[in-house]
């Protein structure tokens, strides 16, 4: 079985910094896009950012310049430096990623369990 274990969450001040990290594990041939979604308190879940294998990244407009998505692909981990963290962004953060497991016909998405982002002011 795939699985992807997060960490990095935690409670902060407003202008702090968290960096989050995500490793997938198991039975894995290729690791394609991977994401940071994010979902607060009675709100719906949203894409925060997203990379591709080669490096290419987007970001959600509220955290665009605030916060920075990379991997390294040797170890299968996207991680998502978050600076000037405002108490907007507090929510918990779900790591996603596209994952070609051995002898599978596609890609398939896979979550991770969440991780805990307080920002206080």
């Known amino acids: 079985q795939v699985q992807l274990v997060e960490s990095g969450g935690g409670l902060v001040q407003a202008g702090g910094s968290l960096k989050l990290s995500c490793a997938a594990s198991?039975?894995?041939?290729?690791?394609?896009?991977m994401g940071w979604y994010r979902q607060a308190p009675g709100k719906q879940r949203e894409l925060v950012a997203s990379?591709?294998?080669?490096?290419?990244?987007k970001y959600a407009d509220s955290v665009l310049g605030r916060f920075t998505i990379s991997r390294d692909n040797a170890k299968n981990t996207v991680y998502l430096q978050m600076n000037s963290l405002k108490p907007e962004d507090t929510a918990i953060y779900y790591c996603?990623?596209?994952?070609?497991?051995?002898?599978?016909?596609?890609?398939?998405?896979?979550w991770g369990q969440g991780t805990e982002v307080t920002v206080s002011l």
């Open positions: 198991g039975s894995i041939l290729s690791v394609n896009d």
């Open positions: 990379i591709a294998r080669g490096g290419g990244a």
């Open positions: 996603n990623a596209q994952i070609r497991r051995p002898l599978a016909p596609r890609l398939h998405d896979y």
